[in-house]
């Protein structure tokens, strides 16, 4: 999928027809140092979206219980998929054990000084870091990001250089954001454990994002062959 179209039709259709945000969309030359992010979510949204795998439309999820938003730009990396090598590595550096990929593109949260109103669009964003985070048994990685040429943000090249509370608030989010009142939950036991493992710098998130492309080859090995013969 990383080629360029160079089909006179398949160009046409292009201008005909969307991409879809998942698997039409370039993750970019300059990976991983500079990427492409599809963003579902803004600070201001109170409601979740996220993309239909299917469609490639943004679809209400729920509706947020509680006060907590996302506190920067939210979506994920065309392309990428968490799968085994993203297991492997969670395994190698977290020391755990029976890790599975959770089976969805890689998260990316994006930090920019600009108030950006609404989602389903595309940014160049430069990884500086991320959170190992384990949802249950699954690998669920957050990759931190600033948008390229930000203002403000541009000049953090690493997640150590962020201000702490910037760090708190992204920890806080992903920590809280699937939490449920009581009468919405059939058992405590139920719900599985949300917890973040460790943080990581820029290059360990370079890694992380290899290996997700990797990922999204060897699972989606015959997409582009499928879509020569729609």
Request: charged fraction near 30%.
């Amino acid at each position: 999928m990383g080629n360029k179209i160079n089909d006179p039709i398949a160009r046409l259709m292009g201008l005909r027809y969307k991409s879809h945000p998942w698997h039409g969309l370039e993750v970019g030359d300059d990976a991983p140092e500079v990427v492409t992010a599809f963003i579902e979510m803004v600070p201001t949204d109170t409601i979740k979206y996220e993309l239909d795998k299917v469609s490639g439309y943004i679809r209400i999820d729920r509706p947020q219980k509680y006060s907590t938003v996302v506190p920067a730009l939210y979506g994920f990396i065309p392309q990428s998929f968490c799968g085994d090598s993203i297991a492997d590595y969670c395994m190698e550096r977290s020391g755990r054990q029976n890790i599975k990929g959770d089976g969805d593109p890689l998260d990316i949260c994006v930090l920019t000084e600009r108030s950006i109103s609404h989602g389903d669009i595309i940014a160049s964003v430069k990884p500086i870091g991320g959170f190992r985070m384990l949802d249950g048994d699954e690998a669920d990685d957050k990759i931190i990001a600033v948008l390229r040429n930000d203002a403000t943000y541009r000049a953090y090249n690493d997640i150590a250089e962020l201000p702490h509370i910037v760090v708190d608030r992204l920890k806080h989010y992903f920590l809280t954001y699937k939490d449920m009142p009581a009468e919405d939950r059939d058992s405590e036991q139920r719900q599985r454990k949300v917890e973040i493992v460790a943080t990581y710098g820029r290059e360990e998130s370079y890694e992380v994002i290899r290996r997700s492309l990797e990922d999204y080859k060897n699972h989606f090995q015959n997409l582009e062959e499928i879509l020569r013969h729609v």
